[in-house]
């Protein structure tokens, strides 16, 4: 197994095939969703404020393989990478009052063990019913007959989707790159 925390130098880069256009300017709709935190968050939560959900396809766990070829994807691997940097940056985005939150297709019971793991001080959120890809039509991609999140960040600012990132890479300056953004746009 590799090392979850570190990007391979050769990953090949995604490309913007579109499947994200239709988000800007959308009101996000109201789901609930299980978070690691052990409560449901519902995202009418989102309608005041600036909240950003960052989606990821899959956490990596030391205790298992990853897909055949995973690193091959363009856009699969670095969720640990992207959660590890949305944690160095936690502090600033709690400073501005912008609520984080991470989201993947995984139940939380998969998720808690890398919450817990990695020390998030943010919840995950699990759209394993993909009750919310649903209703925002979220980019997808399948591996191994599993049905998986592309990567994408969102920034919601009282309720409105007012800035999309897609495809991020690397996804380890995801969130440098979101901080900068509402920093000078918001």
């Not at 009418?44 to 909240?51: C, Y």
């Not at 960052?54 to 992207?82: F, H, K, S, V």
């Not at 009052?97 to 793991?117: D, H, M, P, V």
């Not at 959120?125 to 890809?133: G, I, N, R, Y």
């Amino acid at each position: 197994m590799s090392n979850l925390t570190e990007l391979p130098k050769d990953l090949p880069r995604p490309i913007d095939d579109g499947l994200a256009n239709h988000l800007q300017a959308k009101a996000f709709p109201e789901v609930s969703l299980r978070s690691t935190n052990g409560n449901f968050i519902n995202t009418k939560e989102f309608a005041k404020g600036v909240t950003v959900v960052y989606c990821y396809p899959l956490t990596g766990r030391p205790d298992q393989e990853l897909p055949q070829n995973w690193d091959q994807i363009p856009g699969a691997r670095g969720c640990t990478p992207q959660a590890l940097s949305f944690k160095e940056k936690y502090a600033d985005f709690k400073k501005r009052n912008i609520q984080l939150f991470g989201l993947s297709i995984q139940t939380t019971e998969y998720q808690k063990e890398a919450a817990k793991r990695l020390d998030l001080p943010f919840p995950i959120l699990s759209d394993s019913d993909f009750e919310l890809t649903k209703a925002l039509q979220l980019p997808t991609f399948e591996v191994e007959g599993k049905r998986l999140l592309k990567r994408l960040t969102m920034i919601i600012k009282d309720g409105i989707i007012v800035k999309v990132f897609y495809p991020v890479f690397p996804p380890d300056s995801n969130a440098d790159e979101v901080f900068d953004w509402i920093t000078n746009n918001l």
